[in-house]
């Protein structure tokens, strides 16, 4: 196993810390001690000897990963999809009175003021 590296943390100021994952929008709320426990250990392996609760948390969300997953390449391939995704439609809505512009396609008759 090892980290996500689309992660962030960011400290509460009252012992504790909030982690956030960026690939799926998961978070945890650790303790110092916890925090301290996981920011401290280079190996996977080594923290869920040390604390298997917290291992099984960060890996329920996402903050450690299997080896073998490249993300970059997770992040490409929803990229490609969601270009070619027809299920969404996109409608832009401007409410204004009072346009500035005078776009030649405009079906609003131009009126100052």
Sequence with gaps: MKRSYYQTSVNTGDGHHIHVNFMN?????LTE???????ETPDMNSLREKNQR?????????????????ELEQIRYIKE????????????VNPTLDCNLSCWYCYEKKVKG
């Excluded at 917290?54 to 490249?70: P, T």
């Design 33 to 39: 001690e916890l925090h301290r426990l996981y920011e």
């Design 54 to 70: 917290l291992y099984d948390m960060l890996a329920a969300h996402g903050f450690i990963i299997e080896d073998g997953i490249n």
């Design 25 to 29: 929008m998961g978070f945890l709320v």
């Design 81 to 92: 999809t969601e270009k070619y995704d027809q299920s969404l439609y996109h409608l832009i």
